[in-house]
Nanobody, 117 residues
């Protein structure tokens, strides 16, 4: 079991920035897949960004060029830098990690991001 603690959500105006951080209870070196999903009421959880242990990344089309997922090895965190935020980015954001592509996924408790003027 990997415990995940998220932080950094909140209220921001359109065009603003937020940085989400996720601290796993296990070393990032053991987690081949790390990233973020988001969910709005009545909808399924959707991928936002993923990072692999070999350095590849994958982003939802709607966030490409605005969001950046990264691993901070020194702090052992998975971060999501979100720039030029839009009202449609409003959602609960969940940290997601896996030890391998076929292993059980672990989820954080979710952090609310609200983009509104």
């Amino acid at each position: 079991q990997v415990q995940l603690v998220e932080s950094g959500g909140g209220l921001v105006q359109p065009g603003g920035s937020l940085r989400l951080s996720c601290a796993p209870s296990e070393s990032l070196s053991n987690l081949n897949l790390v990233g973020w999903y988001r969910q709005t009421p009545g909808n399924q959880r959707e991928l936002v960004a993923l990072s692999t242990s070999v350095g590849t990344t994958r982003y939802e089309d709607a966030v490409k060029g605005r969001f950046t997922v990264s691993r901070d090895v020194a702090k052992n965190t998975v971060d999501l830098q979100m720039n030029d935020l839009k009202p449609e980015d409003t959602a609960v954001y969940f940290c997601h990690v896996r030890r391998s592509y076929t292993s059980t996924p672990f989820w954080g408790q979710g952090t609310q991001v609200t983009v509104s003027s």
